[in-house]
């Protein structure tokens, strides 16, 4: 359960979904640093919770940190990374330590190199992941310590890692969009693709526990049935209506109980937090 929470925090603002192969993507709102919604030094903190029979538990924690680097060979680009941890009593239970990272480029937001590290109770995974010319996409996985599986994928412009994906859609502009537009985009992880649709369903204002009262965009994708999330169930994202575009909040359903996840505190946000109506 707490390792589908900490998956869940790395995609708070693309959770997974699967849909036939898409090729429109919207192209991202950028072309300079000026542009962007977000910049060198900001810094997400997030909690994640299980509601299950009316009792709630806080369960873990993410963060996401964004630096930008102006030298290296490859040129000025962002570095981000995602990490995620149980707390201190649900690590008896099962202890969970994952760290994501990403480098992407601030004009077109391709990102060119990806690297997870996941330590989830026994399980081990490594994956490095580097995004060559023509989209052509190499992987590297390794489980535990067997041997490095080398996999050459064919993927396209609207193709991101999950890290980049999650600032590229920030970028997107949905003010002028009417409720139901969708979003089609894409990400790679370890040795697959999977195709994903944003549906934008319009404006709310949303209480966040413990960070304030906010105007905000609300969105929704459709999960895939199985073990863990029920059929027909969406998740729900809601989005800081101003100029930063910070995801605040979401929760889902799932077999048993609900999860969901909260905005905690920020750094160095580019705007001012203009979509904040109250304090906690």
């Keep these: ?81 995602v990490e995620g941890k149980t707390y201190r009593f649900y690590d008896l239970f099962f202890k969970v330590r994952d760290y994501y990272e990403s480098k992407f480029f601030p004009g077109n937001m391709r990102p060119f190199y990806f690297h997870r590290n996941v330590q989830e109770g ?35 412009l609207c193709t991101y890692d999950i890290v980049t994906m999650f600032y590229y859609a920030r970028t997107l502009d949905y003010r002028s969009d009417s409720p139901g537009t969708t979003y089609p985009v894409s990400f790679v992880i370890d040795d697959d693709i999977f195709n994903i649709s944003i549906r934008y369903i319009g404006k709310e204002v949303k209480r966040i526990p413990g960070f304030g009262t906010f ?22 994202l809601w989005i800081s209506d101003d100029e930063n575009k910070i995801p605040l909040g979401f929760e ?21 937090m203009k979509s904040k109506i109250t304090h906690k």
């Excluded at 359960?1 to 708070?12: A, Q, T």
């Excluded at 900001?42 to 009792?55: K, R």
């Design 1 to 81: 359960m707490v390792k589908r929470l900490l998956i869940l925090i790395c995609l708070l603002s693309v959770p997974i979904a699967s849909f036939s192969q898409q090729s429109n993507c919207p192209p991202p709102r950028a072309g300079s640093l000026s542009d962007l919604p977000f910049q060198d030094g900001e810094v997400l903190l997030y909690s994640l919770s299980y509601n299950w029979g009316g009792v709630v538990s806080s369960v873990a924690e993410g963060s996401s940190k964004l630096k930008f680097n102006n030298s290296g060979a490859a040129g000025p680009h962002f570095h981000a990374i």
């Design 122 to 156: 026994k399980y081990r995974m490594k994956n490095h992941i580097t995004f060559l010319p023509d989209n052509q996409i190499r992987s590297l996985t390794q489980k535990y310590d067997n041997p490095q599986k080398d996999t050459l994928l064919k993927g396209s």
């Design 215 to 236: 105007n905000t965009a609300k969105f929704a994708v459709k999960l895939i049935a199985g073990t863990v999330f029920k059929g027909d169930k969406e998740m729900i």
């Design 252 to 272: 889902v359903e799932i077999i048993i109980g609900k999860l969901f996840g909260t905005l905690k505190s920020t750094e160095n946000l580019k705007f001012p």
